[in-house]
């Protein structure tokens, strides 16, 4: 989706935030209007924006920079809005257009990348999708990730999940996932994660502290679960590293579907929330070499996809699999909040 005025941008950003109950964090982005009555280098540049749209997610860059003034400790006057205890939208205004006249270069560097949301919510649905394929294809997986980023999600085998009263994964595990869940469980399984891998063509490195504090800059303030997991991530990446290659995601999937397959291991092509972030040549370019490949799927050597993405068209994020030999079109399993808050069960 195109906007082509930097105020409707925002305005649509913040009302997205409100109705994925992240109220305070909307009130900062709606605030980003009041940065635009400032004479400052970050004004200008949010005013000449060109080519808004999902995509750019500019508004969500600046949030991640006033986050992380707070985070870092560098200034703390949007803890009380962060808290919920400054409502008032006016004041809400005043105090980020103060931050922006204080601190217009560090906040204007934060423009220069597209967020980095890294939320390990979001591999419930994946994991309830292996448990769905499972039964179709077998107890095996070959998993490979594009947009990892940190690779949070390229982790999953090493976290516990709770999925309605289907439990998975390692007990001992110092993540621990459990969304509320809505409507029938999913199916009750084998699931082992052969290998996992993924890729990004700007990997976090979660072992350095300064990196896993930008990474925490953009997770909405609201959710403070969310930052235990991140955290829960940063301890497990210490002491094994994910595999996260630095990549673009269509060359990554061209070579995967190349490298000969294990018998009786399905190959996994996963993602979460980061279709919308690739050019339309790229998402083309995989959605074709995903369909040649699933032509020359064999029982021996299967292969699937899945997707929990945003409906352009009603905003629900949805996840979907296909899996080849089989359908091949997509089926709707769940949909789920953005955060991994709550998946509701459909498959």
Sequence with gaps: MDIADVREAIAWQAEHAEQAGAPNTARVIRAELAILGTDTGLARRMDNWAGLSLADAMPLRVAGGLHWLFLSGAD????????????????????????????????MAWLDHPPQTNEA???AGIVAALLWLSGRLGPKFEMNEIGASAGVNTMIERYRYRLGRVAVGPANSPMRIAPEWRGPPPPEGEVEIVSIRGCDTAPVDLSDPAEALRLKAYVWPDALDRMGRIDAAAQLASEKPPLVERKDAGAFVRELLEIPQQAGVTRVLYHSVMWQYLPETTRRSI??????A?????????????????????????????????????????????????????G
Excluded: C, K
């Excluded at 919920?84 to 217009?104: N, S």
């Excluded at 352009?312 to 808050?341: C, D, I, M, N, S």
């Design 76 to 107: 703390r006057q949007l803890e009380p809005v962060y808290a919920g205890l400054t409502t008032d939208q006016g004041v809400v205004d005043a105090i980020v257009a103060g931050l922006a006249r204080q601190y217009d270069a560090p906040l």
């Design 294 to 346: 699933g032509e020359r799927a064999t029982a021996a050597a299967p292969l699937a996809w899945v997707r929990l993405e945003t409906n352009r068209a009603t905003f629900r994020h949805e996840l979907t699999v296909r899996y080849w030999p089989g359908p091949g079109e997509p089926a709707l399993l769940a949909q789920a909040h953005p955060h991994g808050a709550w998946v509701e069960w459909l």
């Design 121 to 123: 919510g979001r591999s």
């Design 287 to 292: 959605a074709a070499a995903m369909s040649r």
